[in-house]
Every structure is written in C-alpha cells, then in structure tokens.
C-alpha cells in the first residue's frame, strides 16, 4: 500500500502505511509494527512530532481545506 495521509478535522495527520520517521536532528523514531501514526498538527504535544491527544485540551482549530 502507498502511504496514506489524512488530515482529521481540527486533530492530526493520520498517516498509513510504510514510512521512514526523523527527528529533527536526524535520528529514526521507530514505527515499526504500526499501521497508522498520527503526526501532530497543533503543536501542543509533548511527544512530538507524534500525537498525544492534546489538540482536545488546547480547542485546536484546524485552518481551511488545501486548495487544490
């Protein structure tokens, strides 16, 4: 399966399938054994860049749909 990437309304992205995932200095954050991974968008987790649920406290809103 290719990867899948789905924004949540006002949560994270949903991603699916087989991906490689890197710290920002580099290093693997193993995913290994997962289908899904959600990557947080609101930037209020404290266990980025992985989602912790947090966007429900903080009453993130999600801006508009991407343009196509």
Known sequence: MAVKITARPNGP??????CELY??????INTAGQARIA????GASS?????DGTHNKVGF???EAAKK
């Open 13 to 18: 992205y949903l991603v699916e399938g087989e």
């Open 61 to 63: 809103q999600a801006s």
């Open 23 to 28: 710290d920002p200095t580099g290093a693997p």
């Open 39 to 42: 990557l947080c968008r609101c």
């Open 47 to 51: 266990n980025k860049p992985l989602c």
